[in-house]
């Protein structure tokens, strides 16, 4: 099995730009998750989806955040405009089922920097 | 406030020394998760806890939970180099329950000298 598999896995990119972080969950797993650590705040969820389904982004930080799941084994998060406070790793997580407690698994990470 | 808080925040230990990290939580626990993070890595699972009174182990790892107490704790025997890591537990309450949304604590630094 790969594993959650995330890409790039650094960034470095100007402020403004546009950044585009990319997510392929386990196959079969119907949860994915994204996440977002930095020092000062730790391990933040942003926002995940159920059967490709978005329910619930009350951790997307600003609109400038936005992410998607066109399919059972992609997902992006989008920054546009980014900043540098948006400096952080940001992880992906998948589980099985939409529901319960099964046990969630992450993704390496894409460390971002913002200049 | 932090739901989920952790202490201690590090810990530096001898190689061969016991230890105990605590993961305390302010609202009921449904689920608890232990991972391990290595600099610059992803989490990796170790141990989910669900029932009061639980305990689990994994070589020389094991983690309780106290569901009264609200707490869950990571016991490490004899540790080794290989021990030093991030440790953060992560909890279901029972807001979140019916979907499962992990909260995180702030993690505990642990290194382990040779």
């Known amino acids: 099995d790969a594993g959650v598999i995330q890409s790039p896995r650094h960034e470095v990119t100007e402020m403004g730009q546009e950044v585009t972080l990319r997510c392929k969950p386990i196959?079969?797993?119907?949860?994915l998750f994204w996440y977002r650590q930095t020092m000062m705040r730790g391990l933040e969820l942003l926002i995940y989806?159920?059967?490709?389904?978005?329910?619930?982004d009350s951790g997307m930080p600003e609109d400038r955040f936005s992410a998607k799941m066109p399919n059972a084994s992609f997902s992006t998060l989008k920054i546009q405009p980014s900043e540098p406070r948006d400096s952080a790793v940001y992880f992906c997580?998948?589980?099985?089922?939409?529901?319960?407690?099964?046990?969630?698994?992450f993704g390496p990470g894409t460390r971002l920097t913002v200049l | 406030s932090q739901e989920l808080e952790q202490s201690p925040q590090s810990l530096i230990v001898q190689e061969g020394k016991n230890l105990t990290i605590n993961c305390t939580s302010s609202?009921?626990?449904?689920?608890l998760y232990w991972y391990k993070q290595k600099y610059g890595e992803g989490l990796i699972f170790l141990m989910m806890?669900?029932?009061?009174?639980e305990e689990k182990s994994h070589e020389k790892i094991t983690a309780k939970l106290d569901e009264k107490k609200q707490q869950s704790s990571l016991h490490i025997t004899a540790s080794q180099p290989s021990h030093a890591g991030i440790y953060l537990c992560?909890?279901?309450?029972?807001?979140?329950?019916?979907?499962?949304?992990?909260?995180f604590g702030q993690g505990t630094t642990l290194q382990v000298k040779p």
């Open positions: 806890l669900q029932k009061g009174g």
């Open positions: 992560g909890a279901v309450t029972y807001g979140s329950s019916n979907t499962g949304k992990l909260i």
């Open positions: 196959s079969g797993h119907n949860s």
């Open positions: 609202k009921t626990l449904y689920g």
């Open positions: 997580a998948s589980r099985a089922t939409s529901g319960g407690t099964d046990t969630q698994y």
């Open positions: 989806f159920n059967n490709n389904v978005p329910i619930d």
